[in-house]
């Protein structure tokens, strides 16, 4: 059974701060690079940012600064710290595993979402 479940989505001011946090199953964080995705409303899908299995993270330019991303293992939980929030932060929220497979061959999993709205 597969379940990535997230949390810490809400409302805040600009200016502000919120942590979302996503948890996994274990056979499936162990072996996947895990990200954050979100989607403003009329536009497309959009990666946050990302850590592989091993820690190396990769952020969007308009993050940079102001979000940090980072797993526990022992947790099989992925955390998006973000601070300094903007509106134009406002989106849905997407957790994503993207599973090993083969040595070759990646499934991606993700979560329902969770929505964060930065008031203006």
């Known amino acids: 059974q597969v379940q990535l479940v997230e949390s810490g989505g809400g409302l805040v001011q600009p200016g502000g701060s919120l942590r979302l946090s996503c948890t996994a199953s274990?056979?499936?964080?162990?072996?996947?690079?895990m990200g954050w995705y979100r989607q403003a409303p009329g536009k497309q899908r959009e990666l946050v940012a990302t850590?592989?299995?091993?820690?190396?993270?990769n952020y969007a330019d308009s993050v940079k600064g102001r979000f940090t991303i980072s797993r526990d293992n022992a947790e099989n939980t992925v955390s998006l710290q973000m601070n300094s929030l903007k509106p134009e932060d406002t989106a849905v929220y997407y957790c994503?595993?993207?599973?090993?497979?083969?040595?070759?061959?990646?499934?991606?999993?993700w979560g329902q979402g969770t929505q964060v709205t930065v008031s203006s």
């Open positions: 850590i592989t299995s091993g820690g190396s993270t």
């Open positions: 994503n595993a993207k599973l090993r497979i083969l040595a070759t061959t990646t499934r991606n999993y």
């Open positions: 274990r056979s499936i964080f162990s072996n996947s690079a």
